[in-house]
């Protein structure tokens, strides 16, 4: 889940993490059987921290340096998250994969781990140890597209696409501290040679978040 659902610039998003809050416990309500692992991002906070930073130094901080402020703002936002869903959620936040936990409550809250890798990777790493197949990233966007839709008017939604030509888009496998990649390429090489597909799902809309767990007609984008 991307971070800038939870601070998408000036303050945190209530109204948000409200209608996440509705839509996960109504879900156990109907679906007792189902159990949520929410990751979460650093978002804005993070980028704050590491433009802090920045300009107070007044040069180039390490890779590592800006990755470590990037993980603790994760962490901050998912103690948010974790303390919105204290009664029903594990009581710790998963921020070590080098533990497997096999929480057995409703809901699972994690965060960043280590520099090197954006909360994408720990998803898919969450995916490898519980044996799940799919990952649902919830982010700011509808969907992927071919190129920038804030730049380019001719900007083509793309529906389904293979890791292979999603990674030709993203580029390297090097995850640089605040780049903005629809997914982390480091993650994305990873969720290829373990066979998880990816649905990237806007988080602004929870209808369209369900109809894709009816297995209806949904808006986004699946890599697999």
Known sequence: MSGSLIVPNEGIAVEFLS?????IRDQLVRYPQRQFFLVIGGGMLARHYIDAGREVVGHELSAEDLDWLGVHATRLNAHLVRTIF??????????DYDIIRKAQE?????AGWKPGWST???AILLAEDY???????????????????NKYDGAQAIDRITWEDFRKIIGDDKWVPGMHAPFDPVAAKRAQGLGVRVVILTGTDFENVEKYLRNEAFVGTVIE
């Open 19 to 23: 209608k996440l809050n509705f839509f």
């Open 86 to 95: 204290r009664d029903i959620a594990h009581p710790y936040i998963i921020n």
């Open 131 to 149: 044996r799940e197949d799919t990952v649902i990233n919830l982010g700011v966007l509808k969907q992927l597209y071919d190129k920038d839709p």
């Open 106 to 110: 409703p809901v699972v809250v994690a």
């Open 120 to 122: 994408d990777y720990c």
